[in-house]
Nanobody, 122 residues
Framework: QVQLVESGGGLVQAGGSLRLSCAAS????????MGWYRQAPGKTRELVAT???????NYSDSVKGRFTISRDTAKNTVFLHMISLKPEDTAVYYC????????????????WGQGTQVTVSS
């Protein structure tokens, strides 16, 4: 019932910029953490950045200083502003959210978007 839809991926040259967006919809009471992960060919999925409901962010060392995560909590939306992109940033980027679907003792559930391709050419 919870759906995460990413947008903003595409092809960009090294040194360029992209802004990814992810909007969550459906049975959402609140969202704790939202974030971005990525998976390159032949690699496992890895953390890019996360942000809590209170605005505390966390970044992978490989993207610190280049990527910025932000969120619009009221709109259940998270963004990833990427600058100074490198070929090694090429991957499918997945949106992630820890969702409380009802108040009270309802469990927190993890949800993933379908992924959006980011390709950085050299």
């Amino acid at each position: 019932q919870v759906q995460l839809v990413e947008s903003g991926g595409g092809l960009v040259q090294a040194g360029g910029s992209l802004r990814l967006s992810c909007a969550a919809s459906g049975s959402i009471f609140s969202i704790a953490t939202m974030g971005w992960y990525r998976q390159a060919p032949g690699k496992t999925r890895e953390l890019v950045a996360t942000i809590t409901r209170g605005g505390t962010s966390n970044y992978s060392d490989s993207v610190k200083g280049r990527f910025t995560i932000s969120r619009d909590t009221a709109k259940n939306t998270v963004f990833l502003h990427m600058i100074s992109l490198k070929p090694e940033d090429t991957a499918v980027y997945y949106c992630y959210a820890e969702v409380l679907e009802a108040m009270g003792l309802a469990p927190m559930r993890s949800h993933w978007g379908q992924g959006t391709q980011v390709t950085v050419s050299s």
